[in-house]
């Protein structure tokens, strides 16, 4: 199969990340020239410019007076929080619902143990937020979404899994965007988007574990159903 100029792109700014987040490429380090880097790849210059562009605009690399790029001297160990997601970059989103599927369920299941009356009401605060959100059909529910999931994680008490979900935040982000948009005017598919999420808290508060996972799973296969309208 022949791989697009911009998929080739893509590929090669994700490659060239990691590679940065290894330390191959330290901070303050210099990439080799597109020509170098071209050979390395074995690809033209031109998918190779585009990535580097890619990176560029994220901040993960910058270029100076004299030629060259150089790798951000501020860059932090989650880098792909800074990465912009285009709307048709199907991998990396799915590449996200794979994570999400693995470690929300655990999430929501673990909050049904750990939390605290204080979990609780933020949790209730968010979904009281989104069914405010729910009833403007100019409005998405993007933030308030994202904040329910996050209160959900961090009612786990697990300061891994919190932090997981902060380094990715942009990422989910641009996922929720992707997967509520469809929804968009549709009162009874934001009703269910609303109701699954009721059906999470819920089981939270019974303190029922099994049940909470199980409610998480349903609502992110659903979710991941509407990227299909996408890619």
């Not at 994220?58 to 004299?66: E, F, K, L, T």
């Not at 509520?180 to 549709?186: A, Q, R, T």
Request: with cysteine; glycine share 4%.
């Amino acid at each position: 199969m022949v791989m697009s100029k911009e998929k080739l792109s893509q590929m090669i700014s994700r490659e060239l990340l990691q590679m940065i987040e290894s330390g191959k490429y330290p901070p303050g380090s210099k990439l080799p020239t597109e020509m170098e880097l071209a050979n390395q790849f074995g690809v033209s210059r031109i998918p190779i410019r585009e990535a580097l562009s890619v990176l560029r605009a994220a901040g993960v690399i910058n270029s100076r007076q004299g030629g060259g790029s150089f790798v951000e001297e501020n860059n932090g160990p989650n880098i792909f929080g800074n990465i912009h997601i285009e709307k048709d970059d199907a991998e990396i989103i799915s590449h996200l619902f794979e994570m999400r599927k693995i470690m929300e369920p655990e999430a929501a299941y673990l909050a049904a143990l750990r939390r605290t009356p204080e979990h609780l009401e933020r949790m209730r605060e968010a979904l009281r937020w989104l069914e405010e959100e729910m009833a403007d059909d100019s409005k998405i529910g993007m933030e308030a979404d994202m904040e329910f999931h996050r209160s959900m994680i961090q009612a786990t008490l697990n300061p891994i899994m919190i932090q997981a979900m902060e380094s990715l935040s942009s990422l989910y982000e641009r996922a929720l965007q992707i997967t509520l948009l469809p929804n968009l005017g549709l009162k009874q598919k934001r009703k269910a988007v609303y109701q699954e999420h009721q059906n999470i808290l819920h089981a939270i508060e019974m303190e029922e574990p099994e049940l909470a996972k199980i409610q998480c799973i349903i609502h992110l296969k659903n979710a991941e159903k509407k990227l299909d309208l996408f890619f």
